[in-house]
């Protein structure tokens, strides 16, 4: 069972950058997500990518301005938020999906971490 922790998130100003990070609690070998869901709305795909396949895919609401990169040795990917704005706030979740298939559907995913918040103000 992969165990998911995310951290970095906080306080920032409209048009500043902020990283997270999702710790795995182990190297595995299937499909990472980021998703985040503000108040009142449904959880939205943000990006994804593979340990292996250096597959990544963005959502269009955030291509060019958020990036996903990983480190494999510290089983960690991250977040790299640009130019945030404060429609970008909202709890923010990685997960994991344990084959090694492109989805941007939440209910493919099998294990998510607690989220971390991230608060854009203006």
Not at 46 to 71: C, E, Q
Request: hydrophobic share 30%; aromatic share 14%.
């Amino acid at each position: 069972q992969v165990q998911l922790v995310e951290s970095g998130g906080g306080l920032v100003q409209a048009g500043g950058s902020l990283r997270l990070s999702c710790v795995a609690s182990e190297r595995s070998f299937g499909w990472y997500g980021w998703f985040r869901q503000a108040p009142g709305t449904e959880r939205e795909f943000l990006g994804g990518t593979n340990w292996m396949g250096a597959s990544t895919i963005y959502a269009d609401s955030v291509k060019g301005r958020f990036t996903i990169s990983r480190d494999d040795a510290k089983k960690t990917m991250y977040l790299d938020m640009d130019s945030l704005k404060p429609e970008d706030t909202a709890d923010y979740f990685c997960a994991y999906r344990s084959e090694n298939v492109v989805t941007t559907t939440t209910k493919d995913y099998n294990y998510w971490g607690q989220g971390t918040r991230v608060t854009v103000s203006s």
